[in-house]
């Protein structure tokens, strides 16, 4: 199972931009899926994260201003980001902790599934 993310591109700062993520093959349930992003010459960090029964985790730069959702039917996950600024720059990957999955006339859990990220720039 792969996650694809789509969405990002370059957008001016106080914009707005809608990043989705779907996970390929027979998904039965995903536990968390998430956001993260990296920057230029940093490290990989947490944006958004949603639980299956809906608790969120935003950092702290990401609240009031991203709002991530997600179908459970369809197992996608979105990341809504309002109001974007310079410092949004970076790749926007998805994640996923634990994926219950369809694979090989069996079924089995696979863990930490990440997206092959989409690059977000935010620049006038």
């Known amino acids: 199972v792969q996650l694809q993310a789509s969405g990002g591109g370059l957008v001016q700062p106080g914009g707005s931009l809608r990043l989705s993520c779907a996970a390929s093959g027979t998904v039965f349930s995903i536990n968390v899926m998430g956001w993260y992003r990296q920057a230029p010459g940093k490290e990989r960090e947490l944006v958004a994260t949603?639980?299956?029964?809906?608790?969120?985790n935003y950092a702290d730069s990401a609240k009031d201003r991203f709002t991530i959702s997600r179908d459970n039917v369809k197992e996608t996950v979105s990341l809504q980001m309002n109001n974007l600024k310079p410092e949004d720059t970076a790749v926007y990957y998805c994640h996923a902790d634990r994926l219950y999955v369809h694979y090989k006339d069996a079924e089995r859990y696979e863990y930490d599934a990440w997206g092959q990220g989409t690059l977000v720039t935010v620049s006038s």
């Open positions: 949603m639980s299956r029964d809906g608790r969120t």
